[in-house]
């Protein structure tokens, strides 16, 4: 199949509206949220006008088919990460909620006082924060595979820190701000080594990437919807079943128990044990829809087209005095493109960008300790998908050059 | 929007009058704007009557934030500290002649967060102030 990227832009009916009268939308903030395809939109909105129910108890028409449409979303999802089973995908919110999953239950039943933890300096937050507030918690130490002057990771020192005998090794398969695509099989499999678990961050790679947990072998993995072509509100757990039968429940209400009594209760199987109360059934369903579109367009497509655009976007940047980009070069670099400008503060590189409809996302990306590293207060960032084209490049590269106008 | 940047906010960003700081000082306060980084120190020192007779900032951040601090100061000098502590969010935004959306105007209102929570000696900066 080839990939039709006029034919992609119209399933995008967002990308079609002016940001002010004559002003197109460029919408280079897909690392932030992905727009969303007429598949997802249709499917959401067809659950809504006719299938509505609750799920999993109700005997009626409506809610066999509610139940029914929010598991074959979980088959859909599970099978787009190779899970080997839809037991083994948990929905929770988002990739945050995934992470605080895994902290809340695996880690707090097995990690004790002065256990190591290993994460990385390009973590943005929500791979940071559930492990500090644990750390200071349980007293837990944590360490950091440093970041290079590149943007990759020092994996020597990685080796150094697997010597300390860690429990846990977290970490994001592709940086947010750098674009860093990680060596995560390797990584695991020197995680495995040296006795720990692994949790992979997915929020970037999966929508970008084909990622298989099976070839992984990747202990957990946590991802979101909304920046894979869903809908906000929802996201995935993955976890290999041996763990998820033997860690403890997270949040307890309806859905997640077998049985309840007045003073206790005993919880439910894989994967409703971490499952509770009523979720968001036309969030799955939209979430299921989008693993299908990017499957029927395939992942191998659209790496190689963000890839084909990123290294376009680096080209194009570093031709412009005063610009420095950071991060690795396109060989190890998915779809984003954080930069400076000589002189001028991120946010108002964003703010003149949108005067030309170019969408670019400003600030630290929630990532501030990286952005400690390379010693900024913030970077301005464009990121790239599937619909992205040269031209939304070119349109980003005219409005710096405006921004160097205003401020020149 | 071109408004957003016209003149008068490009010459206080590149060229302010009011940049620095003064020591010794008889008030100085501190804060950050943590979703972009602005960062924005003011000192001031006050003579008799409790008149504002210089002020000072320094820090860094985006032209909108930057220069608001300059034309904030700017507008203080000769001000007794009564009618700082009176300072309301729309006195901001008309002596920069600006409409921000929500985002924009936590840049715009750092300074005048700065200046009260250091007029009224309290330990942090609350939105409050700017409201």
């Not at chain 1, 932030?32 to 999993?56: C, W």
């Not at chain 1, 190591?116 to 937050?125: A, D, G, K, S, W």
């Amino acid at each position: 199949m080839t990939f039709d990227l006029t034919r992609i832009r119209k399933d995008f009916p967002i990308l079609q509206r002016e940001v002010r009268p004559g002003v197109p939308l460029v919408y280079l903030d897909s690392t932030a949220t992905a727009q969303k395809p007429l598949a997802v939109l249709d499917a959401m909105e067809a659950y809504y006008r006719f299938s509505n129910a609750n799920i999993h108890r109700g005997v009626h028409t409506l809610a066999e088919e509610a139940t029914t449409l929010y598991e074959q979303a979980r088959e859909k999802i599970a099978r787009f990460i190779h899970a080997p089973s839809p037991r083994q995908l948990i929905y929770t919110r988002n990739t945050t909620e995934s992470i605080n999953l895994v902290a809340h239950t695996w880690a707090r039943a097995s990690l004790k006082s002065g256990d190591l933890i290993i994460l990385t300096e390009m973590e943005h937050h929500s791979n940071l924060v559930p492990w500090h507030m644990l750390a200071a918690e349980r007293n837990l130490r944590l360490e950091f595979i440093p970041v290079t002057a590149e943007g990759l990771l020092d994996l020597a020192e990685y080796q150094k820190l697997l010597e300390q005998g860690p429990r846990l090794v977290s970490f994001t398969q592709m940086s947010n701000v750098l674009g860093t695509i990680n060596p995560a099989k390797e990584m695991i499999r020197l995680a495995h080594q040296a006795g720990a678990l692994t949790l992979l961050d997915g929020a970037q790679s999966v929508p970008h990437f084909a990622v298989d947990v099976q070839e992984l072998d990747v202990d957990f993995l946590a991802f979101s919807a909304h920046k894979l072509c869903g809908p906000t509100g929802i996201g995935a757990l993955y976890g290999k079943t041996t763990l998820l039968e033997a860690m403890p429940p997270f949040l307890g209400g309806g859905d997640m128990i077998r049985e309840v009594h007045l003073r206790s209760f005993k919880p439910n199987a894989l994967p409703y044990k971490f499952e509770a109360g009523t979720p968001a059934i036309a969030e799955a369903v939209g979430f299921g829809a989008a693993c299908d579109y990017l499957t029927g367009i395939g992942m191998a497509a659209i790496a190689a087209h963000e890839h084909e655009i990123t290294a376009y976007a680096l080209e194009r940047l570093e031709e412009i005095p005063g610009v420095k980009v950071f991060g690795p070069g396109i060989k190890d670099k998915g779809g984003v493109a954080a930069f400076t400008l000589e002189g001028v503060h991120p946010h108002d590189v964003a703010q003149i960008l949108d005067q030309d409809g170019v969408a670019v996302r400003a600030g630290h990306h929630c990532a501030q300790p990286l952005h400690e590293k390379f010693n900024i207060p913030a970077t301005s960032r464009a990121s790239f998908y599937l619909y992205s084209t040269r031209e939304d490049v070119d349109r980003l590269v005219e409005g710096i050059y405006k921004v160097k106008k205003y401020f020149g | 929007m071109d408004d957003l940047y016209r003149e008068i906010i490009i010459e206080h960003y590149k060229n302010p009058g009011y940049r620095g700081k003064l020591d010794p000082h008889d008030f100085s306060f501190a804060d950050s704007n943590p979703l972009c980084g602005d960062h924005i120190e003011v000192t001031l020192r006050v003579g008799a009557g409790g008149v504002i007779s210089e002020a000072a900032f320094d820090g860094h951040g985006c032209a909108i934030s930057q220069a608001s601090a300059d034309l904030l100061l700017e507008s203080i000098i000769g001000k007794s500290l009564d009618e700082v502590k009176q300072l309301t969010k729309q006195d901001l935004l008309d002596l920069i002649g600006l409409d921000l959306g929500p985002v924009r105007l936590k840049c715009a209102l750092l300074s005048l967060k700065v200046l009260k929570a250091g007029v009224y000696g309290l330990g942090a900066a609350s939105d409050d102030l700017v409201d």
